[in-house]
Nanobody, 124 residues
Framework: VQQLVESGGGSVQGGGSLRLSCAASAVPHGIRCMAWFRQTPGKEREGVAAIYRGQTTHYADSVEGRFTISQDNAKLTMYLQMNSLSPEDTAMYYC??????????????????WGRGTQVTVSS
């Protein structure tokens, strides 16, 4: 059973918006942090945004002010609202969830569960 399932990716023109969703209904209890990462071919996976204990948020400098991370505990779903998209945002976006969450939010090892990704393509 895939524990994290992303959706909402697609193709959009520059300046447009997308909202990604991450369904976490199959994840065991005790998740303290969730995050979005992205990756392009030949590059390392990089942190985009994270939310800790449903409240504290972190953003990469490149998306600050354009992206918003949120969490709906009742629906066990995390979202990433992406506005003012640019071609530089084109990537595969991955959802992640962690149990302890005591380290740096951008560290891959902070997270215990990963989704398979959803592709976001932004054209100029």
């Amino acid at each position: 059973v895939q524990q994290l399932v992303e959706s909402g990716g697609g193709s959009v023109q520059g300046g447009g918006s997308l909202r990604l969703s991450c369904a976490a209904s199959a994840v065991p209890h005790g998740i303290r942090c969730m995050a979005w990462f992205r990756q392009t071919p030949g590059k390392e996976r990089e942190g985009v945004a994270a939310i800790y204990r449903g409240q504290t948020t972190h953003y990469a400098d490149s998306v600050e002010g354009r992206f918003t991370i949120s969490q709906d505990n009742a629906k066990l779903t995390m979202y990433l609202q992406m506005n003012s998209l640019s071609p530089e945002d084109t990537a595969m976006y991955y959802c992640a969830a962690g149990r302890l969450c005591r380290g740096w939010w951008k560290a891959l090892g902070e997270y215990d569960y990963w989704g398979r990704g959803t592709q976001v393509t932004v054209s100029s």
